[in-house]
């Protein structure tokens, strides 16, 4: 690439943290339950809530959460918010504190990316040239000028399954064509004592800085 070339735009797009459990009980988060034992600051709640012993859902500032009793997730948009979004993190790792008993499955930590082409440059072929050449026979199949393409890997990671789907998409916005990253670090706890799991999560979810950093990285190879 020379110095006049513009290159493509990696910009963040959502975050996440999925928690799974065998039973969660949804009618514990009140207000007043996690202002009390500061999930959240008080009066941070906004918009449409949702409490009931079946499932929570609340929002507060570039946040949504939702807690069924079979899981909770935590999302939050993190494109061009700056910061370690402490609120965020702290919900999912103060609800683990505050119930060490509750019998915890797995634990997802999800970044997403967007990738955005410079003006002029056809998505198309860039897309073929990146993602659609080899020796798969079945790249015959898909010789038509129209074709678009994405890409899955997986792999182990440090303690967790790294699972990666790359596809095209139109952005909901700029209407532009943009190849969407999708990371899932998905850790499982099976195979660890229950009296340890809660331990064991928040652990994990200090890995959070590295295993973004890491997905940055891994866009930038991508491309």
Partial sequence: MTGTEKKAIIENAFAGIVITAQSFNPSIFTETWMYKNSVL?????????????TIVQFQAKDVLVSVRPERMDVHFKIHEIEGNFETQRNIASRTVELLPQTPYIALGLNFD??????????????????????????????????????RYFSKDYGSARLK????????????????????????????????????????????????????????????
């Fill in 113 to 150: 990316f967007y990738v955005i082409l410079p003006d002029g440059q056809d998505f198309l072929t860039y897309n073929r040239s990146l993602l659609g050449t080899g020796t798969y026979q079945l790249f015959t199949e898909f010789l038509d000028p129209n074709v678009r393409f994405g």
């Fill in 164 to 223: 990666l789907d790359i596809k095209p998409v139109i952005g909901a916005q700029n209407k532009k064509d943009m190849l969407y990253f999708s990371f899932n670090f998905h850790y499982d706890l099976d195979n660890i004592d229950l009296s340890e799991r809660s331990a064991k999560l928040l652990a994990y979810m200090k890995e959070w800085d590295n295993l973004k950093n890491y997905s940055s990285k891994l866009v930038e190879l991508g491309i």
């Fill in 41 to 53: 600051s008080v009066d941070s709640l906004e918009g449409v809530r949702v409490f009931s012993p």
